[in-house]
């Protein structure tokens, strides 16, 4: 396992990174899941990623145990919060009263005294940014949250924070947004604004939900128990399964082959090619597949193989948000 700097901060994250949003507490059972993350521990990850909403609080309790044992310095663990994880109107949002009280509900769930890195999952524009700001150093004061990171905001959103982090001395550190081969949304805007506030990215769905790895044919009904089948997964998926992605998507393999990489192992390291990637977070229902994608850790993919991927993908690229 190869290791990066998360932006301009002390904090080193494996290359690769563990994530339990779908999985834990939802798609596979907590015997699994615990094979997993120990496939994980094993190849050398120790970035865990989850969030309070994940199958409804379930997923950081399964994490907190399946890592239970280990030793909590050599571990990052991430977590996040914005949507509603109860039934009142103070259960969602980036409101201090939401933060702190889910804060604290996390720590308990994740069985641990801190988490390394703190996310606000989506922006909240019901409540000043300096409410959520002030929450996130509060929490850094006591000791529970030692960074702040983001989810899915838009450049002009980081720019606001990191000037509000900058003023209340907050290590506001990261950002964590869609990434892949197919979905190249935040090179355009995102990235620069991150660098410029000493952001890394902590990129999710680097294999497109699963698309990038080839197991979806063109005029083939989907795998049983494939992502696309699953009731929260196949909304973020069906963007990409157009007979025109998953025949580019085909026509990839030479381009892996000839590398000794499988497509999901090439989608990976795509992503880690990016001087603003920290890390590329996977997730996984059975352990051989973390020990498979931990692999692209340390790969360079040369010029002339990243020109021959944007040839082959063409136009099927998103590089604007859908409107």
Avoid at 218 to 240: H, K, L, Q, Y
Avoid at 293 to 318: H, P, S, W, Y
């Amino acid at each position: 396992m190869e290791f990066r700097r998360l932006g301009r901060s002390g904090l080193s994250v494996s290359e690769i990174s563990y994530g339990n949003w779908i999985t834990h507490g939802s798609q596979v059972e907590e015997e699994q899941a615990h094979a997993c993350v120990r496939a994980a521990l094993d190849v050398g990850i120790t970035s865990f990623d989850t969030a309070d909403v994940y199958a409804d609080t379930r997923a950081e309790s399964v994490l907190g145990r399946a890592l239970a044992g280990q030793r909590r310095e050599s571990l990052e663990i991430f977590t996040k919060v914005f949507w509603p994880t109860g039934p009142g109107p103070n259960d969602k949002g980036l409101g201090r009263k939401h933060i702190i009280e889910s804060a604290n509900a996390s720590l308990r769930r994740l069985g641990t005294d801190y988490v390394d890195l703190y996310q606000a999952h989506r922006f909240d524009e019901t409540v000043p940014l300096e409410e959520t700001f002030l929450a996130f150093a509060d929490l850094v004061r006591a000791g529970k949250v030692l960074y702040v990171g983001v989810s899915e905001w838009t450049a002009d959103q980081i720019r606001r924070g990191a000037e509000l982090a900058r003023e209340l001395k907050v290590p506001f550190i990261s950002n964590q947004p869609q990434y892949s081969m197919l979905w190249r949304v935040i090179e355009s805007e995102v990235v620069p604004a991150s660098a410029e506030a000493g952001l890394g990215q902590i990129v999710w769905s680097p294999i497109a939900q699963g698309v990038l790895t080839g197991k979806y044919l063109p005029g083939r009904p989907v795998p049983e128990g494939s992502r696309a089948t699953d009731e929260n997964g196949r909304n973020f998926i069906a963007r990409f399964m157009r007979d025109e992605v998953l025949e580019r998507v085909q026509n990839l393999r030479p381009v892996a082959d000839e590398l000794g990489l499988s497509l999901a192992q090439l989608a990976v390291a795509w992503v880690l090619q990016n001087d603003n990637v920290a890390s590329a977070i996977v997730g996984a229902t059975r352990p051989e597949q973390v020990t498979e994608n931990a692999k692209a850790a340390g790969v360079t993919l040369e010029a002339d193989v990243l020109t021959r991927i944007d040839e082959i993908l063409g136009d099927v690229v998103a590089t604007t948000p859908p409107s």
